[in-house]
T-cell receptor, first 110, second 112 residues
Framework: RKEVEQDPGPFNVPEGATVAFNCTYS??????FFWYRQDCRKEPKLLMS???SGNEDGRFTAQLNRASQYISLLIRDSKLSDSATYLC???????????FGAGTRLTVKP | EAQVTQNPRYLITVTGKKLTVTCSQN?????MSWYRQDPGLGLRQIYY???????DKGDVPEGYKVSRKEKRNFPLILESPSPNQTSLYFC???????????FGPGTRLTVT
């Protein structure tokens, strides 16, 4: 079993749609969680950290469920510019041992 | 401008010919790391460094070497490249107070 698993997609949605991605992690001792965004042929960039109480940044909402060991990312009112691959990242033991999921690809269409 | 730079951006080489990919950051970050990204596998960590003269193996260190003689630089060395090292490589740095990693633009390596 992979340490961090994501549905690879692709998710093809129309503009304005709401889309949700899930990510599961295997190590219950994992300490911190993130979503990164990666555009085609570009480097990953931090989208948002995921806090225990859940957090929101504009159209993006991230949630953490420690009991079930998954994190989620919700994108509301999708824009064409949201088209990218979204990477789930889990930090084990707070020692900078970052583990990346393989990514979920999103395409937002007009 | 805060950034991580990598060179070269693209490299085609032959099996066995030693090569070095340089990585430099200007943010005074303690932590630096190398990843390779392959289709369907995501980013896998090769080596990381918590500070000068401190390096540790990641998930896939075989066939790679690194050094950290200065805080800003973290070169990746392939002593004898093989075709299975054909990949997209990213260098990243991070301050130890926050967990945001800043990635370089990537180096696409092809070994024939």
């Amino acid at each position: 079993r992979k340490e961090v698993e994501q549905d690879p997609g692709p998710f093809n949605v129309p503009e304005g749609a709401t889309v949700a991605f899930n990510c599961t992690y295997s190590n219950s001792a994992s300490q911190s969680f993130f979503w990164y965004r990666q555009d085609c042929r570009k480097e990953p960039k931090l989208l948002m950290s995921v806090y225990s109480s859940g957090n929101e940044d504009g159209r993006f909402t991230a949630q953490l469920n420690r009991a079930s060991q998954y994190i989620s990312l919700l994108i509301r009112d999708s824009k064409l510019s949201d088209s990218a691959t979204y990477l789930c990242v889990v930090n084990l033991y707070n020692n900078n041992d970052m583990r990346f999921g393989a990514g979920t690809r999103l395409t937002v269409k007009p | 401008e805060a950034q991580v730079t990598q060179n070269p951006r693209y490299l085609i080489t032959v099996t066995g010919k030693k090569l070095t990919v340089t990585c430099s950051q200007n943010m005074n970050h303690e932590y630096m790391s190398w990843y390779r990204q392959d289709p369907g596998l995501g980013l896998r960590q090769i080596y990381y460094s918590m500070n000068v003269e401190v390096t540790d193996k990641g998930d896939v260190p075989e066939g790679y070497k690194v050094s950290r003689k200065e805080k800003r630089n973290f070169p990746l060395i392939l002593e004898s490249p093989s075709p299975n090292q054909t990949s997209l490589y990213f260098c990243a740095s991070m301050g130890l107070q926050l967990y945001e990693q800043y990635f370089g633009p990537g180096t696409r390596l092809t070994v024939t």
